[in-house]
């Protein structure tokens, strides 16, 4: 059985679903749920993020290019990633 989770604010009552083009012919249920303004979805149980330790900023170094390392590490002195912008792109 597969199960696919689209997430998109409604702008009319006809819905244009291209990621369900596999799953036509076949019997399937659609379910709609409202989701409030504020609630992050996936990220709603995330804690703040921790500073990394000396070990985890090499073992990164050594897996990332320097390019690489440098925007995680502005995306870290930053406070880490603005969950509630990346929810709102859903």
Do not use: W, Y
């Not at 979805?41 to 440098?70: I, Y």
């Amino acid at each position: 059985m597969n199960a696919v989770r689209i997430r998109r604010r409604l702008e009319s009552d006809t819905l244009h679903l291209p990621e369900l083009k596999p799953l036509i012919g076949k019997n399937v249920e659609i379910i709609v749920q409202e989701k409030l303004a504020d609630d992050l979805g996936c990220f709603s149980g995330l804690p703040a993020p921790k500073p990394l330790n000396e070990k985890d900023t090499q073992a990164l170094r050594e897996l990332l290019t320097a390019e690489q390392f440098e925007a995680l590490m502005d995306v870290a002195r930053r406070g880490g990633p603005d969950v509630e912008a990346i929810a709102r792109m859903t």
